[in-house]
C-alpha cells in the first residue's frame, strides 16, 4: 500500500516561495502519474498540476501558470511543487496523489497560507 506524506507547507506572505514535498513509501510510484491537489476553505478540491511518470509531460491550472513548478524524483520516490509569487488566493490543504488508473493514492495534506 503505497503512503504519500507532505511537507513545506506553512505561513508565508504575498509575493513568497515555499516549497512543497512529497515522499512516497510502501512501494514505488516510479510508474504513476503524480499531481498536486489543493481544497481552500469553502471551495471544491482542485487540481492544480501533475506530472508523468516519466516527468515528459506537466500540466498545470491557468491560476498557477508560470509560478508554479512540479518536479519528481523517481529515484527518491519523491514529487515536488515549487511555489512562487505566491497570491493569497493560494491560501489550501495542498494534497499529493498518485494515479495508475485513477487518482488511487492520496496524502493527508499540508496547510499553505499567503498572507496578504
Known amino acids: 500500500q503505497v503512503q504519500l506524506v507532505e511537507s513545506g507547507g506553512g505561513l508565508v506572505q504575498t509575493g513568497g516561495s515555499l516549497r512543497l514535498s512529497c515522499a512516497a513509501s510502501?512501494?514505488?510510484?516510479?510508474?504513476?502519474?503524480m499531481g498536486w491537489f489543493r481544497q481552500a476553505p469553502g471551495k471544491e478540491r482542485e487540481i492544480v498540476a501533475f506530472?508523468?511518470?516519466?516527468?515528459?509531460?506537466?500540466s498545470y491550472t491557468d491560476s498557477v501558470k508560470g509560478r508554479f513548478t512540479i518536479s519528481r524524483d523517481n529515484a527518491e520516490n519523491t514529487v515536488n511543487l515549487q511555489m512562487n509569487s505566491l497570491k493569497p488566493e493560494d491560501t489550501a490543504v495542498y494534497y499529493c496523489?498518485?494515479?495508475?488508473?485513477?487518482?488511487?493514492?492520496w496524502g493527508k495534506g499540508t496547510l499553505v497560507t499567503v498572507s496578504s
Open positions: 496523489a498518485a494515479k495508475f488508473t485513477d487518482w488511487d493514492y
Open positions: 510502501g512501494g514505488t510510484v516510479s510508474r504513476y502519474t
Open positions: 506530472i508523468t511518470w516519466k516527468g515528459g509531460i506537466t
